[in-house]
């Protein structure tokens, strides 16, 4: 199956055999794939199912009892659009074609709340929820170089690293985005609900593999954390010890062919021996952004350049926010950047205009803008 912008009712119909009992991402990518479509496995004979390898008589008899009219899949599918939450699937593509390259460890649905862009440049950054002094300032001053590369900063919204790196990016004026282990309505933990918006406001998304409602169920974060691993080109580890969930990123960030990363701290502590195993596998050893932006082969003269040229615009307040909501490449509509800053149109429109001359912003035909 291709996008050629899917239907509500096949988003429904893969939501629907999604929520079945016994079925994951892995087996609805195979049977959309076998049979062509979501629609198509509901309205397929038992005869035709049974076809399919590994299809047992128990798994077929519960997608024909799926009602259609009045489903899990369409409630979920209802709820989103009533909240603007994006639901992308597999086929997709605005889906991530990095994650897509997964397979059977792929999310056959993401639920997506912001801009969220398919392909980009992007950095995990994970590590204890009980960090440092250290690893904060560690987190705070790598990301920080990073100010103009371009480069989106991805981690778990949790306490420690996680909530470190987003507030780094954002403070850097770079987008971030958070996966969560629960439903995108659901911000855990619940203090950082003032940063998720933060991370809207200014160009960023929250995304999640989970309907809305769901809670953050721990058997969820492991499973959150290959689509962190997956929609990256590379993952960080600032501070783990040799139990963190940190690490299972990090894992998988390898068993993805991604570049894995770790920042080295005292052999005392700890907290840092995680990334210190990591190193002596083979993990590169960071200990500056230019460490990170050699890796991912950008040139740091660029970035600082970028960084440079953003100061120089002098923009402060509204102004700066609308700037880092803006994309370089991709042009907003007037009505999508006022609603994504929760700002008046009107407001968003007159900011533009004074930033027009001063050659921050672009304006298109139609109303569209985008960074200069």
């Known amino acids: 199956m291709t996008d050629e912008s899917l239907s509500a009712a096949e988003r429904v119909a893969i939501l629907n055999l999604l929520a079945i009992e016994g079925i994951g991402s892995a087996t609805v990518i195979r049977l959309v794939q076998e049979i062509g479509s979501g629609q198509g496995v509901f309205e397929a004979s038992e005869k035709k199912l049974s076809a399919i390898p590994r299809m047992s008589a128990q798994m077929i008899t519960r997608i024909k009892a799926v009602k259609a009219d009045d489903s899990k899949g369409k409630r979920q599918f209802l709820q989103a659009v009533e909240t603007g939450v994006r639901v992308l699937t597999f086929w997709d593509n605005e889906y991530p074609p990095m994650l897509r390259e997964l397979e059977a460890d792929a999310p056959v649905v993401l639920f997506v709340r912001g801009q969220f862009a398919s392909k980009a440049e992007r950095l995990g950054a994970v590590g204890t929820r009980t ?19 371009g480069v989106e900063i991805v981690s778990g919204l949790a306490s420690g690293i996680d909530g470190y790196a987003h507030e780094a990016a954002l403070e850097a ?9 629960c439903g995108v309505d659901r911000i855990y933990p619940p203090l950082h609900g003032a940063l998720a918006n933060r991370i809207l406001a200014n160009g960023g998304a929250l995304i ?10 721990r058997h969820h974060f492991p499973q959150r954390n290959r689509i962190i691993a997956g929609i990256c080109r590379g993952v960080l580890v600032v501070e783990a010890g040799d139990r963190s969930g940190a690490l299972i990123t990090a894992h998988l960030a390898l068993e993805y062919n991604r570049e894995v990363m770790a920042v080295p701290g005292s052999v005392t502590n700890p907290k840092t021996s995680g990334c210190h195993r990591l ?8 200990e500056r952004a230019e460490d990170i932006l050699e890796i991912f082969h950008m040139n740091p003269a660029d970035a600082a350049s970028a960084e440079s040229k953003q100061a120089a615009l002098d923009l402060k307040g509204p102004e700066s926010d609308l700037y880092n909501a803006l994309d370089p ?7 999508d950047i006022a609603q994504k800053l929760n700002m008046p149109v009107g407001e968003a429109l007159g900011y533009l205009l004074l930033m027009e001359l001063k050659g921050a912003v672009k304006q298109l035909p139609g109303k569209y803008f985008v960074r200069a």
Do not use: N, W
Request: cysteine-free; charged content about 15%.
């Open 173 to 181: 004026g770079l987008i971030t985005v958070a996966v969560f282990g």
């Open 131 to 149: 960090a440092t002094a250290y690893g904060k300032r560690m987190t705070r001053d790598l990301i920080l170089g990073l100010s103009g590369s």
């Open 329 to 335: 490449s991709v042009a907003a509509h007037i009505d």
């Open 208 to 217: 999640s593999e989970y309907p809305l409602g769901t809670g953050p169920d």
């Open 279 to 286: 190193i002596k596998a083979g993990a590169a050893l960071i």
